[in-house]
């Protein structure tokens, strides 16, 4: 085998135009499956709304994560747009507040989206949990920067503050919250974050 041949292997070959199709329909149909039944629905259903049989549809995502977070990173992107907002326009606590509101929101957007991304986080292999991980990331620039403000608790960390804000979240999807509800919600359960509201 030649250096040329060597290369030329290495390099992913583009997906075919009929693949193409097959893996969006079933992004498409899992998007309104989750939608009007939640994300744990019949993988069954979704390739029949695909319009694809089972075979395709595990082939493009094995596991209802990977499906899931292929699924959410729409979602996920425009939360981190929206925390790149917040930062730029609030001061340290409030945007650390705003930012686990919405995301406690955005989390619930599909039923039993929560319980999966909880399930997740015990599963390094998982791609929801490498899809979280961004969320998780984000929001330790913001703890880093509501401590350094005098603000947040300096022992609290970003896992255990997503955690939280994932069980929050949960509460809000099983409740039924509208947002003041939801907003109500998530406020009282993340006090214990921020000095002088926390008990020793």
């Not at 929101?105 to 319980?115: A, G, M, S």
């Not at 929001?139 to 350094?148: I, K, P, S």
């Amino acid at each position: 085998m030649t250096a040329d041949q060597d290369i030329s292997s290495a390099v992913p070959r583009p997906m075919r135009a009929d693949a193409r199709r097959n893996r969006d329909a079933i992004l498409a149909a899992a998007h309104a499956t989750f939608e009007e039944e939640g994300v744990l629905a019949s993988f069954d259903g979704i390739a029949l709304r695909a319009g694809v049989g089972n075979a395709t549809l595990y082939r493009n995502f094995p596991t209802r994560d990977d499906l899931l977070a292929a699924v959410a990173s729409v979602s996920i992107e425009a939360a981190l747009s929206e925390a790149d907002a917040l930062s730029g326009s609030l001061a340290p606590k409030e945007a650390l507040v705003e930012w686990l509101i919405r995301l406690a929101w955005r989390l619930r957007i599909w039923h039993d989206l929560p319980t999966c991304v909880a399930s997740a986080q015990g599963d390094p292999q998982s791609a929801m949990a490498t899809a979280c991980a961004a969320l998780i990331d984000r929001t330790g620039v913001f703890l880093r920067q509501t401590t350094l403000s005098g603000d947040a608790v300096g022992t609290v960390m970003a896992t255990d503050v997503f955690e939280l804000v994932v069980a929050l979240s949960w509460a809000v999807d099983r409740f039924g919250d509208d947002e003041p509800a939801a907003r109500r919600r998530v406020s009282m359960g993340i006090a214990g974050i921020f000095q002088g509201t926390h008990h020793q």
